[in-house]
């Protein structure tokens, strides 16, 4: 029998391919996990497979460029080889990032079917290499996994040729099984010195990559009206280091900062602030989980979550220091509930991508 080729590159991937790895195993349908290195440091990558108790990947690509046009180069050809010899039934790519548009094109170069999960997704920023990603692998997908209406009319308006689906998105599937486990083991709360904080993320390349955005970001930190927790991510490390921002903002008293936290320790984090700012992608889906519950600051001109907006959790601010301050104040005087349901599924997004594969492919 032909294998499932599950495909991830960066942190969030394995996070969120985590649920269809199991959900594949469970149906005893055959399956390679192939993770095509894009994320290689500990903490980025394995750390994740780990926490989420993933087997050892039955590929891992040794990916040497740095530009983003090599990179991309480097897994589509990798890929093509891997894939050539594998002849799986479908290549399971996740999301947005240059593997997912690199590991899409290589399937599609040696015609196997494309599954694209988390299809349909939208931000109309053309900045964003993730929109161009994004839209170019839904376009060569043959199964679409949308995981909303939103997501799903995005791609009927488009014409795509592959098949849509609507799923729910496997990051609530992730936080309803590991939550648990990590209350269970966590240690993370020891090392946090403030009673209440805010939960702060930055990496996306329009904002960091720009020292403008870099230093808007310094400032929001140091007029923080409650003390910030900040896992910084490896880009956003560097480009503070390029311009002289890193000392000052290890100095702000108020500011946490940690190295990237594994899995069960950000959920733990997410649970226990009091609101989050952040450009992440993920973490905008992850807050509407019922058991995160939490508004969500998302300092980005756009989001192709709008879902998480129409529900009342995320707001869209910008990347101006007093807009960013202004909202922060406004949701801490804010009065009411959230919604006890996520735009997101109920946690079952995995079972029906499966399902969905089952019935077409075997
Ligand atoms: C990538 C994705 C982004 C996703 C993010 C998840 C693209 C275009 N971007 O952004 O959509 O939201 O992952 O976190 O695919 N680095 C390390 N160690 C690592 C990985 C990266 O030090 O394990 C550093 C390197 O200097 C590298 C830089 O981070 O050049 C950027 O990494 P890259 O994977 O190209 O992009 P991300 O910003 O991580
Ligand atoms: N995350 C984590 N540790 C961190 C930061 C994020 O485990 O220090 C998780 C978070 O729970 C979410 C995912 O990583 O599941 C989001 O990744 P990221 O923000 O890098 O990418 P994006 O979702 O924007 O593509």
């Given at each position: 029998?032909?294998?499932?080729?599950?495909?991830?590159?960066?942190?969030?991937?394995?996070?969120?391919?985590?649920?269809?790895?199991?959900?594949?195993?469970?149906?005893?349908?055959?399956?390679?996990?192939?993770h095509c290195g894009q994320?290689y440091?500990?903490?980025?990558a394995?750390?994740?497979?780990?926490?989420?108790?993933?087997?050892?990947p039955?590929h891992w690509l040794k990916i040497e460029a740095?530009?983003?046009?090599?990179q991309?180069?480097e897994i589509?050809?990798k890929?093509?080889?891997?894939?050539?010899?594998?002849?799986?039934?479908?290549?399971?790519?996740?999301?947005?990032?240059?593997?997912?548009?690199?590991?899409?094109?290589?399937?599609?170069?040696?015609?196997?079917?494309?599954?694209?999960?988390?299809?349909?997704?939208?931000?109309?920023?053309?900045?964003?290499?993730?929109?161009?990603?994004?839209?170019?692998?839904?376009?060569?997908?043959?199964?679409?996994?949308?995981?909303?209406?939103?997501?799903?009319?995005?791609?009927?308006?488009?014409?795509?040729?592959?098949?849509?689906?609507?799923?729910?998105?496997?990051?609530?599937?992730?936080?309803?099984?590991?939550?648990?486990?990590?209350?269970?083991?966590?240690?993370?709360?020891?090392?946090?010195?403030?009673?209440?904080?805010?939960?702060?993320?930055?990496?996306?390349?329009?904002?960091?990559?720009?020292?403008?955005?870099?230093?808007?970001?310094?400032?929001?930190?140091?007029?923080?009206?409650?003390?910030?927790?900040?896992?910084?991510?490896?880009?956003?490390?560097?480009?503070?280091?390029?311009?002289?921002?890193?000392?000052?903002?290890?100095?702000?008293?108020?500011?946490?900062?940690?190295?990237?936290?594994?899995?069960?320790?950000?959920?733990?984090?997410?649970?226990?602030?009091?609101?989050?700012?952040?450009?992440?992608?993920?973490?905008?889906?992850?807050?509407?989980?019922?058991?995160?519950?939490?508004?969500?600051?998302?300092?980005?001109?756009?989001?192709?979550?709008?879902?998480?907006?129409?529900?009342?959790?995320?707001?869209?601010?910008?990347?101006?220091?007093?807009?960013?301050?202004?909202?922060?104040?406004?949701?801490?005087?804010?009065?009411?509930?959230?919604?006890?349901?996520?735009?997101?599924?109920?946690?079952?997004?995995?079972?029906?991508?499966?399902?969905?594969?089952?019935?077409?492919?075997?």
């Open positions: 029998m032909k294998s499932v080729v599950v495909v991830t590159g960066t942190r969030p991937e394995i996070i969120k391919m985590a649920p269809i790895i199991r959900a594949l195993k469970k149906a005893q349908l055959p399956h390679l996990f192939v994320h440091d500990y903490n980025m394995q750390q994740f497979i780990e926490n989420l108790e993933l087997t050892v039955d740095a530009s983003p046009g090599a991309t180069a589509l050809m890929m093509e080889e891997l894939l050539s010899k594998a002849e799986p039934s479908v290549v399971l790519v996740e999301g947005d990032t240059n593997t997912v548009l690199a590991a899409a094109l290589a399937a599609n170069k040696r015609a196997i079917p494309i599954g694209h999960v988390e299809a349909g997704l939208r931000s109309y920023d053309l900045r964003m290499p993730e929109e161009h990603n994004r839209r170019l692998t839904d376009h060569i997908s043959q199964y679409l996994f949308a995981p909303t209406e939103h997501a799903k009319t995005n791609l009927q308006k488009e014409a795509v040729w592959g098949k849509i689906y609507l799923t729910g998105n496997t990051a609530i599937d992730a936080v309803k099984e590991h939550l648990p486990i990590a209350e269970k083991t966590s240690k993370i709360m020891q090392q946090i010195p403030f009673e209440t904080f805010a939960l702060a993320t930055a990496h996306r390349a329009e904002n960091v990559d720009d020292p403008a955005v870099l230093e808007s970001f310094m400032a929001v930190f140091e007029g923080s009206p409650l003390p910030i927790v900040y896992p910084m991510h490896p880009r956003t490390r560097k480009r503070l280091q390029e311009n002289h921002m890193l000392s000052k903002i290890e100095q702000m008293s108020n500011v946490l900062i940690l190295p990237p936290t594994g899995y069960l320790d950000f959920l733990m984090l997410m649970r226990h602030c009091k609101l989050i700012i952040t450009d992440s992608g993920g973490i905008q889906e992850e807050a509407t989980a019922p058991q995160i519950r939490k508004p969500v600051l998302v300092m980005r001109l756009s989001t192709e979550r709008q879902e998480a907006v129409e529900a009342g959790f995320a707001t869209v601010v910008g990347t101006d220091k007093n807009k960013i301050l202004n909202a922060m104040n406004q949701v801490l005087s804010r009065k009411g509930a959230l919604p006890s349901t996520s735009p997101f599924g109920d946690g079952d997004a995995a079972q029906k991508t499966v399902e969905i594969i089952k019935e077409n492919l075997y």
